[in-house]
């Protein structure tokens, strides 16, 4: 195969993921879409957390929220769990890997917020004890996921499993999925009818 052969390839292959992405989600993006409004229209904040190019996808979106994405409007509550060293090197030390988002949203969140989580195998442990924790704590779960979800899948409110194998494609899709969501969000909030602006 040639490289341009194999550069198309990836193109290709993205193009069907997003088809089949699209075809399979569409509902559960618009309920993730609205989930995320409601957080923000009652007061509450937004968690995101990840690891690895999740963990980036995480800081990206958190990032979109707080600043903006495409419109002016007033900032919105948002927090990457995976950005203050100290916090997660001393839960790290303490108390394990296992614990560094756990920790986090045991200290910060509260019944009202979203937690969002992302992952491409969902079993990673440090997600899944985020999860339960936020569970206890009333807190809303949205998991974007691939390979079948994995354990997040069922340990969350909403799952969203991108049909897909591939961890580039599927992180792809789950940045496609939270910008989407939140031109959808900034739109809502932008009506005057729902939310003023500052």
């Known amino acids: 195969m040639s490289v341009s052969e194999s550069l198309k390839a990836h193109f290709d292959e993205h193009a069907r993921v997003v088809e089949l992405a699209a075809n399979a989600l569409i509902g ?3 309920t993730y879409a609205g989930w995320v409004t409601e957080t923000i229209e009652r007061g509450g904040c937004l968690f995101l957390c990840g690891n690895g190019g999740s963990a980036a996808d995480a800081q990206h979106l958190a990032a979109e929220y707080v600043v903006r994405f495409t419109r002016e409007r007033r900032a919105m509550a948002a927090v990457a769990l995976t950005t203050d060293t100290s916090v997660l090197t001393a839960a ?3 108390y394990g890997f296992e614990q560094v988002f756990a920790r986090q ?4 969140a509260s019944a009202g917020d979203l937690l969002i989580l992302h992952s491409t195998s969902g079993t990673s442990p440090n997600l899944v004890a985020a999860a339960a924790v936020a ?3 009333g807190v809303r779960t949205i998991a974007l996921l691939a390979r079948k979800g994995g354990t997040l899948a069922g340990q969350v409110d909403l799952a969203l499993v991108v049909p897909t194998h591939s961890v580039a494609r ?3 899709i789950h940045l496609l999925i939270g910008h989407a969501v939140c031109d959808v969000v900034e739109q809502e909030l932008a009506d005057g009818s729902r939310t003023s602006t500052s």
């Open 28 to 30: 559960d993006v618009e």
């Open 105 to 108: 949203v045991e200290a910060l």
């Open 170 to 172: 599927a992180q792809e």
């Open 92 to 94: 790290a030390n303490d």
């Open 135 to 137: 569970r206890s704590c």
